[in-house]
């Protein structure tokens, strides 16, 4: 058997991401967000 080798490619730090999501949840805590999807309430 063949076994393909992969490059793997990050972009974004581990801890750039935690960020980015840390200052996503802080704005819409602020700002709110509206959702009319029920399925997505559950």
């Known amino acids: 058997m063949i076994k393909t080798?992969?490059?793997?490619?990050e972009f974004l730090?581990?801890?750039f991401i935690q960020k980015i999501i840390e200052e996503a949840h802080e704005i819409?805590?602020?700002q709110g967000v509206f959702?009319?999807?029920?399925e997505a309430l559950k």
Not at 35 to 38: I, L, M, Q, R, S
């Open 5 to 9: 080798i992969r490059p793997k490619l």
């Open 13 to 15: 730090s581990k801890e």
């Open 28 to 30: 819409l805590e602020k």
């Open 35 to 38: 959702v009319e999807n029920e």
